[in-house]
Structure formats: structure tokens, C-alpha cells
């Protein structure tokens, strides 16, 4: 077992930090040790290690509130850290009630530490503590994006931020701990850096919905890429990494669109919809931030980006997932970005699975999420629900997908729970009579002749999204 490191009785006394270089020396199998020498850095930000020294001046806590967050309330980590707080003399939870585990990783803002309370074993965190001291302004403006981020978040496939503790020159994120490292120490185990297509189709489908969930508050993600896809003890993914983000207006609207329906093998039958369309189409941003490989062409040319860039990020990504390299790499970041700001289309690298089924459907998605023109690009218009609607997504239950088992993939190894929705869910029977509960739920909803009944679309969230402006870019 690792050594354990105890972070002081005060919080005034950073003697945790100083452990970190024992810490670092900790060998953590997946995620950190591949990341740092192969991973793509985001564009903007050079590395800086952290600096932690001792010198500390003021202390602040906030815990945010478990009950505000209607999806992990009943989460274990949640009654933990609510039992530490009780015990709290002023109610919140401070670093004193922590104990370090191990170092995971270094980013271009701070290292990340394994964590636990200290009188309970069976929840892990992850600490994230950034020494504001080390960077500069542009960097803390990152920060305090992200922290602003992660607390308005509430979503299976997001961290959830159980603390948000400033000390001294430290701010230090308490969020989930995501065992199974990120995608692209996942891909690298793979042989020829490629995932089977149906692995490829989960990944994807959970990054959809949760990209879905962060248009719909306002927030246009920049940073796509499987470094910062990270994978849940239970399988499913969690995106990190919000430094890049920026936040828009958003109007969410319900349309009505007709949809020719296949019925049958040879009839189809048109239909109208009323869909849920939450996207931040008027979302713009000049700066220019991301990681090359996956930069859209309209980030490279500087004239304004928006929402657009999320989608074109989810067609490299897909594409990388199943060709084991991005679409327009180079031999140098330059000639990467010179192909992707030409007018050459992407071209598909001849792989083993290409006649696998569904390849033909994958090839078309990428195709459509990467047309250079933001305006005629899948997604950029109707949002997630047009992507969603693809062909590769055929046979996705949307609001079921949290439920669903995750792939079995080399390399991974995903706890299955028996009490937990996985294999609930997973049973016939028990699913027969949600959907039946599903079905009757609509049915008196439509039946009372709400306005807002959503018929067959595959939106399932009830968004709370933001209006205000808050422009971090
Ligand atoms: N919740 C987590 N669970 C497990 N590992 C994590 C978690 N969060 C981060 N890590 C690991 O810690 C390392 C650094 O984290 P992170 O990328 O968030 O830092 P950062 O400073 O924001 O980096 P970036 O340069 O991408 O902005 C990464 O290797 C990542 O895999």
C-alpha cells in the first residue's frame, strides 16, 4: 500500500505539499505516467511545475450544497463528506479532514492528488490544488473558469465538486476519482491505437450527451480530446479539463421538424417532432485555445468561433478512436495546422475494420463533423438532437445510456456493481417494467396536454440553464 500523507491539523500548515515529491515518485499505472510524456499539450498554456511551498496567509472553505444536485444526492461520497462536515466545528470541509494517497498527475495549472477523508476508506477523491502564486494572470483566469465551471455542474458524465477550498495561495478541487485513467492511455493499449467500433459508439454517445448537457448551460468546451476523457470506476466516462471553456448565451427553444421514418424495410413515413434545442449558436470567441490536432478551422484562422468547434473536436475524436491517429496530423504542429485550415477534405487511412459494420455510417458522421465551413456542419445548427440522429447512433437508447454496460475493453478493468443501475438495468425484467412506468408517465403527460410533451425526442434532460453572461473567453 502507498504512503499515506496527512494534511496538517490547520489549515494554516501546508505540510501536505511538502510530501508531494514523494508523492510524485509513486508509480499510478494508468493515466499520469503514460499522459505526461504523450499526451498533446492544450495550445495556449507552456508547463509550469507547481511551486508549493509552506508560507500560507488566509483560509476558505465552501462545500456546495449535495442537495442542489439532484443526481449524485444519494451518491456514497456525498453522505461521506456530509459526515465530515457535521464533525466540522464551522460545517465545511477543510483540508485537515483530508489525507492524500497518491499524486496522479501534473497539468499546465496544477497536480492532482488521490484522496480520502481521513475517517473513511471506502470513498475516493481527486484533489486538484493549483498554486495561484505560479501562474500568471491569464492562467488564474483559467482557474477560477473552471472552478466556476465545475460548481454549476450536475451530470453522470461531469465531475461533481464535492469541495472548493482556498488556502493561502492554493485553491484546491475536491471531485471524483476516475480509476481507469483517460482515453488516450486507454488507446494506447490497443492494438494499432484503435478501439472496436462498438466501444467507439459508447465513448462517443456518452460524450455526446454530456458535450449536450454543456452547450445547453451556455458552456462551449474547447478541449476535446482523449486526454481529457476520463473513465469512472464503473465504466463510464467523465470529461474533465473546463480551463477552456467559455460561456455564452444560450435560448433554449422547442422545433418542429418533419423526419422521414423508416417502417418496415421499404416504407418510410414522414413525421413531425417537437424537439428540445439548446444550443449556444450565437456563442462567439476569438481567442485561440485548444490542442492542435484537434483545433477546428475557424479557431486557426482567428476570425470567431462558437459552438461549432465542439463538433468538429467530436469528429477528430472519432476519428482517432477508430483510425488510431487524427485526421490531419503532420509531420510538424505547423503542416497539422496548414491541413487543417486548407480545403482538403479528411481522408480515410485504409485500417484492418473497414469493413466492419457500422464503418461505412462512422466514416459519414466524421465527414459531416468535419466540414470546414462551421455553417454546414453537423451539429452546429440543431445541436446534439441532429448528431444524435445519425445513423453510427442507431440503436442508442439516449435516456437509458447511463444504465447501459460499458464495453469491455483491454486494458480496463470496470468494476461491476450488483446492486448498482448497470446490471438493474441491464436485467429484462426490471427494465420491461421501467419502460412500462416510462410509458405510462408520458402517456398522462401528454394526456393532461402539457405543452411541453417531448414526443420522440431523444432529449431527456431537464436543462436549467443559465442566462446570464458571464464571457470568460
Ligand atoms: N478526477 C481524476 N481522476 C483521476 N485522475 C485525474 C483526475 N483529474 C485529473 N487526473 C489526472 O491528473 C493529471 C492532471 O490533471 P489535469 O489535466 O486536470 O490538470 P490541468 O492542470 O487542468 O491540465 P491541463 O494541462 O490539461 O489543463 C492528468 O494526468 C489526469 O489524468
Redesign the pocket.
Known amino acids: 500500500m502507498d504512503d499515506i500523507l496527512y494534511p496538517p491539523d490547520s489549515d494554516l500548515d501546508l505540510s501536505f505539499t511538502s510530501c508531494t515529491s514523494a508523492a510524485t515518485a509513486t508509480t499510478f499505472p494508468s ?2 505516467s503514460a ?1 505526461s510524456s504523450l499526451a498533446r ?2 495550445l495556449n ?1 507552456s508547463f509550469n511545475e507547481s511551486r508549493l511551498s509552506s508560507t500560507t496567509t488566509s483560509t476558505s472553505t465552501t462545500v456546495p450544497n449535495s442537495h442542489a444536485r439532484p443526481h449524485r444526492k444519494s451518491d456514497p461520497h456525498w453522505s461521506a463528506i456530509k459526515a465530515a462536515t457535521t464533525l466540522s466545528s464551522d460545517g465545511t470541509l477543510h483540508l485537515r479532514h483530508l489525507k492524500l494517497l497518491r499524486h ?7 497536480r ?1 492528488f488521490l484522496c480520502r477523508l481521513r475517517d473513511n476508506d471506502h470513498a475516493n477523491f ?1 484533489l ?1 490544488v493549483v498554486d495561484k502564486d505560479s501562474l500568471t494572470t491569464k492562467k488564474l483566469s483559467h482557474v477560477q473558469t473552471e472552478a466556476q465551471i465545475l460548481s454549476s455542474l450536475d451530470h453522470p458524465f461531469l ?1 461533481t465538486l464535492y469541495a472548493h477550498i482556498e488556502v493561502s495561495h492554493y485553491t484546491c478541487l475536491l ?4 480509476p481507469n ?2 482515453l488516450h492511455s486507454l488507446l494506447r493499449k490497443q492494438p494499432g491505437y484503435r478501439l472496436p467500433l462498438q466501444s467507439v459508439r459508447f465513448y462517443v454517445s456518452e460524450i455526446l450527451v454530456a458535450l449536450e448537457y454543456l452547450h445547453a448551460l451556455g458552456f462551449v468546451y474547447r478541449d476535446l480530446k482523449p486526454e481529457n476523457i ?1 473513465i469512472r470506476e464503473d465504466g463510464h466516462i467523465m470529461l ?2 473546463f ?1 477552456l471553456c467559455f460561456n455564452a448565451d444560450v435560448f433554449p427553444k422547442l422545433e418542429k421538424r418533419t423526419h422521414v421514418r423508416k417502417v418496415g424495410s421499404r416504407k418510410s413515413r414522414k413525421e413531425v417532432v417537437t424537439e428540445f434545442v439548446a444550443e449556444p449558436t450565437t456563442a462567439f470567441s476569438r481567442s485561440c485555445v485548444g490542442t492542435h490536432e484537434y483545433l477546428a478551422p475557424e479557431l486557426i484562422s482567428g476570425n470567431g468561433h462558437g459552438n461549432g468547434v465542439d463538433w468538429w473536436a467530436l469528429g477528430v475524436l472519432v476519428y482517432e478512436l477508430l483510425y488510431g491517429t487524427t485526421p490531419f496530423k503532420g509531420g510538424s504542429k505547423e503542416c497539422t495546422l496548414r491541413n487543417i485550415a486548407s480545403t482538403r477534405g479528411v481522408k480515410f487511412h485504409h485500417v484492418a475494420a473497414e469493413e466492419e459494420e457500422g464503418m461505412a455510417e462512422a466514416r459519414d458522421l466524421i465527414e459531416k463533423l468535419l466540414v470546414k465551413d462551421p455553417r454546414k456542419r453537423l451539429g452546429c445548427a440543431g445541436g446534439a438532437t441532429d448528431i444524435k440522429r445519425h445513423p453510427f447512433f442507431d440503436g442508442i437508447r439516449w435516456p437509458l445510456i447511463r444504465a447501459c454496460r460499458p464495453p469491455e475493453v483491454r486494458g480496463l478493468a470496470v468494476k461491476r456493481s450488483k446492486q448498482g443501475h448497470v446490471s438493474h438495468v441491464a436485467s429484462p425484467k426490471r427494465r420491461l417494467w421501467w419502460l412500462k412506468g416510462l410509458h405510462y408517465f408520458m402517456m398522462r403527460r401528454n394526456n393532461k396536454g402539457s405543452k411541453h410533451s417531448l414526443n420522440p425526442n431523444p432529449n431527456y434532460h431537464c436543462y436549467c440553464v443559465s442566462t446570464k453572461v458571464r464571457k470568460c473567453a
Open positions: 493515466s499520469s499522459r499539450s492544450s498554456l496522479l498527475g501534473s497539468g499546465n495549472l496544477g492532482v481527486a486538484k465531475p471531485i471524483d476519482y476516475c485513467g483517460d476520463l474533465s479539463d480551463d
